[in-house]
């Protein structure tokens, strides 16, 4: 069964960046379009950025584009999102999720996505 676990999540100062992972398992990670979601307390899950199976497409949710990238490395079964400029509007918990689709040149956040990993804290503050 498909397992993620998010890592990399801590406390940085505002304009600080961070490094998500989400190391899969279970199955080989080239099989799936990778999300990242973010839910801060009393708001709704947002989706962030998500990468297609083959890593030639991304999408970024308009609040991230131009601070953070996601990348993939298949061999490592990890997807990475990089995060810079933060602020403490970027303040979090992310997920990182996981769904299929025969086309491997796709992906978007607004789609549902099936497997989900238990999240890692980003605290932005000063």
């Known amino acids: 069964q498909l397992q993620l676990v998010e890592s990399g999540g801590g406390l940085v100062q505002p304009g600080g960046s961070l490094r998500l992972s989400c190391t899969v398992s279970?199955?080989?990670?080239?099989?799936?379009?990778i999300g990242w979601f973010r839910q801060a307390p009393g708001e709704e899950r947002e989706g962030v950025s998500c990468?297609?199976?083959?890593?030639?497409?991304?999408n970024y949710a308009n609040s991230v584009k131009g601070r953070f990238t996601i990348s993939r490395d298949n061999a490592k079964k990890t997807v990475y999102l990089q995060m810079n400029s933060l602020n403490p509007e970027d303040a979090a918990v992310y997920y990182c999720?996981?769904?299929?689709?025969?086309?491997?040149?796709?992906?978007?956040?607004?789609?549902?996505?099936?497997?989900w990993g238990q999240g890692t804290q980003v605290t932005v503050s000063s």
């Open positions: 999720a996981a769904r299929t689709n025969i086309n491997r040149d796709y992906c978007s956040i607004l789609d549902e996505y099936v497997r």
């Open positions: 279970g199955f080989a990670l080239d099989y799936y379009i």
């Open positions: 990468i297609s199976k083959s890593g030639l497409v991304t």
